[in-house]
């Protein structure tokens, strides 16, 4: 009985030992809260520098972005891509996804990429519709046709942003981008292929 007592205490010291390692190894929420920031900072504002090598930067920012409609999202943005679709399944369940584009990217975005989108997120539907060659720019419009409708420009498509340097701004002006986006919004719909 001693010896089994000596043994338990030997392996209670040996685990007690174990876990002063592990807390002593291990990041705190606190810690992790300031790694956070370091991505996280100048996303909040209404305009955002993302920098070349910033990737991460640029995919919570786009998705803060998409977050923050609560109706309605529309991008505007030639070459769209599977990135595109990651971003928009950040934006609230209840949200109309629209997007304006040639789909002029290389690859294009796939109707098979589209429908693993589906599968992912179930309930969502996006309405794709030709940007016709009209836009040069890339948009990101929340909640078209309310009081809080917010018109983003974007200086890289969502999914380039963080390769190069690039700026996100939150126009303050936005009276003339209306009839734009509504002549948009009538264009001939994109089929995905």
């Not at 786009?62 to 505007?76: D, M």
């Not at 950040?90 to 796939?110: E, F, G, Q, V, W």
Request: glycine letters at 6%; aromatic letters at 6%.
């Amino acid at each position: 009985p001693q010896q089994e007592l000596l043994r338990l205490s030997g392996k209670q010291a040996l685990l007690e030992g174990e876990v002063r390692e592990i807390k002593e190894n291990m990041v705190t929420k606190a810690e992790l809260s300031d790694f956070m920031r370091l991505f996280d900072s100048g996303i909040e504002h209404e305009e955002i520098l993302i920098l070349d090598g910033e990737p991460f930067k640029a995919d919570v920012a786009y998705q803060k972005i998409y977050g923050k409609a609560k109706r309605k999202i529309i991008v505007v943005d030639d070459y769209i891509g599977v990135k595109t679709l990651h971003h928009l399944a950040h934006a609230k369940t209840n949200a109309a996804l629209t997007i304006i584009s040639d789909n002029k990217a290389r690859p294009p975005l796939r109707l098979t990429e589209y429908n693993d989108f589906l599968t992912e997120n179930p309930g969502r539907n996006v309405t794709f519709i030709q940007s016709a060659n009209r836009t040069h720019d890339r948009y990101i419009v929340l909640d078209e046709g309310t009081k809080d409708m917010k018109v983003y420009h974007c200086g890289a498509s969502s999914k380039d942003a963080g390769k190069k340097i690039t700026t996100i701004t939150c126009l303050t002006d936005i009276d003339d981008y209306k009839n734009t986006i509504r002549t948009l919004l009538s264009n001939p719909a994109l089929v995905l292929k």
